[in-house]
């Protein structure tokens, strides 16, 4: 869920794109080539009965800039956690990040084997490209498995792989679509009840378009709104979260209605005249501000950022609503949220320590400090719903126990959306676009990945999901 200047969790301003950020790191850093990439299996693991490392425990954080209040938030929980002498062999101290460095200056650390003993990543394969590298410790040998299991399993399983639990979910990042309730109901539409299935999305959009009203606001110009329309819709054809993995793993290819019918939906939006006319000249972020300034009737968005449209606009105007479901799959209906991570690092010497900090941060009251704080819901079962305090949290979390959860893009390579998602959706909204030309391009993108990143295509091979 990126977007250059989209706050993607957060209540406050624009932030920048963190897909393109991991693209150019991992490139700078040669992560396609790391030999022995596949020892993390074994790099740093428990602390094999050693005694625990005094000095403090260095955590290297991030989320202030999508989700405004943490950085507060996290400096009076670490102050407490040091007040209360909850670590007899020294305290914690936090330093945030900077977006464009949060990577490259923490695999610069790494590869001195000198620098955070917790470090924040964003969720799925974004983390997993650090694990894949031996940077990151597992946490099964440092938390007690009776523990970990109140913590949410499909935010888990996001970074779950060879047998191993390697980041511990930290706070949710989820999504819908926010609608304008009051352009519905003008277009003879009901504003409680926001279309379902897709010919009910198609015949809803058709009614406001016909009411005078551009149905669909979005932004293209900085390439990452596809990856939003992949998440939405490019896993409907699905019956696990297995399927969505399986072409990067060799299984299968990528063709088919399973994997590429969602393009045919993306397309008939487009022909139908759905989307602003000026989708390809606005940032995502733009297209965005369509929906808060009233020109347009619905947009992609964030959790927090529709609570943001809410309080601005009221709640008697904007709704939140799923993606409506096309595909044949056990996915068509499902709930799109990840999570962003903490990790302990394999070059720490106080890995015992940072768990023990990890499991204070997953303590009730201090979930529940966070989510008063910015807004950020920790995916755990300790957390309490009777703590959310606006509509759109309490609408959310209660679609989120009835449904699949998945983010399709923190399941797959980067290298697929840059090269593939991104310019096959983009050439859509051009004249001459076609559903063909989008799948040879995700297609060759898939085989040029095979070609120059053989290691994270072996690591795929031994990726099994958490069941």
Same mark, same amino acid.
């Not at 969602?262 to 005249?273: A, N, V, Y």
């Given at each position: 869920?990126?977007?250059?200047?989209?706050?993607?969790?957060?209540?406050?301003?624009?932030?920048?794109?963190?897909?393109?950020?991991?693209?150019?790191?991992?490139?700078?850093?040669?992560?396609?080539?790391?030999?022995?990439?596949?020892?993390?299996?074994?790099?740093?693991?428990?602390?094999?009965?050693?005694?625990?490392?005094?000095?403090?425990?260095?955590?290297?954080?991030?989320?202030?800039?999508?989700?405004?209040?943490?950085?507060?938030?996290?400096?009076?929980?670490?102050?407490?956690?040091?007040?209360?002498?909850?670590?007899?062999?020294?305290?914690?101290?936090?330093?945030?990040?900077?977006?464009?460095?949060?990577?490259?200056?923490?695999?610069?650390?790494?590869?001195?084997?000198?620098?955070?003993?917790?470090?924040?990543?964003?969720?799925?394969?974004?983390?997993?490209?650090?694990?894949?590298?031996?940077?990151?410790?597992?946490?099964?040998?440092?938390?007690?498995?009776?523990?970990?299991?109140?913590?949410?399993?499909?935010?888990?399983?996001?970074?779950?792989?060879?047998?191993?639990?390697?980041?511990?979910?930290?706070?949710?990042?989820?999504?819908?679509?926010?609608?304008?309730?009051?352009?519905?109901?003008?277009?003879?539409?009901?504003?409680?009840?926001?279309?379902?299935?897709?010919? @009910?999305?198609?015949?809803?959009?058709?009614?406001?378009?016909?009411?005078?009203?551009?149905?669909?606001?979005?932004?293209?110009?900085?390439?990452?709104?596809?990856?939003?329309?992949?998440?939405?819709?490019?896993?409907?054809?699905? *019956?696990?979260?297995?399927?969505?993995?399986?072409?990067?793993?060799?299984?299968?290819?990528?063709?088919?209605?399973?994997?590429?019918?969602?393009?045919?939906?993306?397309?008939?939006?487009?022909?139908?005249?759905?989307?602003? @006319?000026?989708?390809?000249?606005?940032?995502?972020? /733009?297209?965005?501000?369509?929906?808060?300034?009233?020109?347009?009737?619905?947009?992609?968005?964030?959790?927090?950022?529709?609570?943001?449209?809410?309080?601005?606009?009221?709640? @008697?105007?904007?709704?939140?609503?799923?993606?409506?479901?096309?595909?044949?799959?056990?996915?068509?209906?499902?709930?799109?949220?990840?999570? /962003?991570?903490?990790?302990?690092?394999?070059?720490?010497?106080?890995?015992?320590?940072?768990?023990?900090?990890?499991?204070?941060?997953?303590?009730?009251?201090?979930?529940?400090?966070?989510?008063?704080?910015?807004?950020?819901?920790?995916? *755990?079962?300790?957390?309490?719903?009777?703590?959310?305090?606006?509509?759109?949290?309490?609408?959310?979390?209660?679609?989120?126990?009835?449904?699949?959860?998945?983010?399709? /893009?923190?399941?797959?390579?980067?290298?697929?959306?840059?090269?593939?998602?991104?310019?096959?959706?983009?050439?859509?909204?051009?004249?001459?676009?076609?559903?063909?030309?989008?799948?040879?391009?995700?297609?060759?993108?898939?085989?040029?990945?095979?070609?120059?990143?053989?290691?994270?295509?072996?690591?795929?091979?031994?990726?099994?999901?958490?069941?």
């Amino acid at each position: 869920m990126t977007g250059s200047d989209q706050p993607t969790l957060g209540r406050s301003g624009p932030t920048f794109d963190r897909r393109q950020l991991l693209g150019a790191g991992a490139l700078a850093l040669g992560l396609v080539s790391v030999p022995g990439l596949l020892t993390a299996c074994g790099g740093g693991g428990g602390t094999g009965g050693a005694p625990a490392a005094g000095g403090e425990v260095l955590a290297w954080y991030w989320g202030e800039q999508e989700a405004a209040g943490m950085k507060g938030f996290f400096e009076d929980a670490v102050k407490k956690y040091n007040q209360a002498g909850r670590d007899k062999a020294g305290n914690v101290r936090a330093v945030l990040q900077e977006s464009d460095t949060l990577y490259t200056a923490f695999r610069t650390a790494a590869e001195a084997k000198k620098g955070p003993d917790v470090q924040f990543f964003w969720g799925g394969t974004q983390a997993l490209e650090d694990v894949w590298m031996g940077h990151v410790a597992p946490l099964d040998d440092l938390m007690p498995k009776a523990w970990m299991d109140k913590v949410n399993k499909d935010a888990r399983r996001e970074t779950f792989w060879n047998g191993k639990q390697w980041g511990l979910p930290f706070y949710e990042i989820n999504t819908a679509w926010a609608y304008n309730k009051k352009m519905f109901e003008r277009a003879g539409l009901d504003p409680k009840n926001p279309p379902a299935s897709w010919d @009910d999305f198609i015949a809803a959009l058709t009614a406001l378009k016909k009411s005078g009203v551009v149905p669909l606001g979005a932004g293209f110009k900085d390439a990452y709104l596809g990856g939003w329309l992949i998440s939405y819709f490019g896993a409907q054809g699905f *019956d696990s979260i297995d399927d969505a993995i399986a072409p990067f793993r060799g299984d299968v290819e990528y063709s088919g209605e399973k994997y590429v019918g969602w393009l045919d939906r993306i397309k008939e939006l487009i022909d139908r005249g759905f989307f602003n @006319d000026d989708v390809l000249s606005l940032d995502l972020y /733009q297209g965005q501000q369509l929906f808060e300034s009233q020109k347009v009737a619905i947009t992609n968005s964030v959790q927090p950022q529709i609570v943001g449209f809410q309080r601005k606009l009221g709640v @008697d105007t904007v709704g939140a609503m799923l993606s409506p479901a096309w595909g044949p799959g056990k996915l068509a209906r499902f709930f799109p949220g990840g999570s /962003q991570v903490l990790t302990v690092t394999s070059f720490s010497p106080r890995k015992g320590r940072a768990a023990q900090f990890l499991q204070y941060l997953h303590e009730p009251a201090v979930m529940k400090a966070m989510y008063d704080a910015c807004g950020a819901i920790a995916p *755990d079962t300790r957390f309490d719903p009777a703590w959310l305090n606006t509509e759109v949290d309490k609408q959310m979390a209660e679609l989120k126990l009835t449904l699949p959860t998945i983010w399709y /893009q923190y399941y797959y390579p980067f290298p697929f959306e840059r090269d593939g998602v991104t310019p096959g959706v983009q050439q859509l909204f051009q004249p001459q676009g076609s559903v063909k030309t989008a799948v040879d391009m995700m297609q060759q993108s898939i085989k040029k990945w095979n070609r120059e990143q053989p290691a994270q295509v072996k690591a795929y091979k031994q990726w099994q999901l958490l069941g």
